[in-house]
């Protein structure tokens, strides 16, 4: 016949087996109704989700027509600007030039000139 040679560690080990074996076979079984409801509350989050991103996409639209108004109004002013300072230059350089008809000028021509005005203002 057979001679079993049984000790304290084989026992202890054949009833862990045993337990696990019996564990898995009469393990309770989850509600089907539990993921349903996971199922409702992940779709209600989802859905509140959608609606903020749907906002956020309605506030960055806005924000991007507004900055590109803004960058139309810079790039006006800009050119304005360049415009002024184109002028400012050009007046910088006739500072100091004399005007061809000044310079041809003698007295006759200046006192003529003074007396044309003069009678002009009255």
């Given at each position: 016949m057979f001679k079993?040679?049984?000790?304290?560690?084989?026992?202890?080990?054949v009833l862990l087996g045993l337990i696990i074996i019996f564990m898995?076979?009469?393990?309770?079984?989850?509600?089907?109704?539990m993921y349903e409801e996971e199922i409702n509350i992940l779709n209600q989050k989802n859905k509140m989700l959608i609606d903020i991103n749907d906002s956020i996409i309605l506030l960055n639209n806005n924000l991007h027509t507004e900055i590109e108004n803004l960058n139309q109004s810079v790039d006006s002013v800009n050119l304005i600007l360049n415009k002024n300072e184109e002028e400012i230059?050009?007046?910088?350089?006739?500072?100091?030039?004399?005007?061809?008809?000044?310079?041809?000028?003698?007295?006759?021509?200046?006192?003529?000139?003074?007396?044309?005005?003069l009678n002009r203002k009255h």
């Amino acid at each position: 016949m057979f001679k079993f040679n049984i000790d304290i560690k084989t026992i202890i080990i054949v009833l862990l087996g045993l337990i696990i074996i019996f564990m898995f076979l009469f393990r309770p079984s989850k509600d089907i109704n539990m993921y349903e409801e996971e199922i409702n509350i992940l779709n209600q989050k989802n859905k509140m989700l959608i609606d903020i991103n749907d906002s956020i996409i309605l506030l960055n639209n806005n924000l991007h027509t507004e900055i590109e108004n803004l960058n139309q109004s810079v790039d006006s002013v800009n050119l304005i600007l360049n415009k002024n300072e184109e002028e400012i230059n050009k007046l910088k350089r006739k500072k100091g030039e004399i005007y061809k008809h000044v310079n041809s000028m003698d007295a006759n021509g200046v006192t003529s000139g003074l007396s044309d005005y003069l009678n002009r203002k009255h």
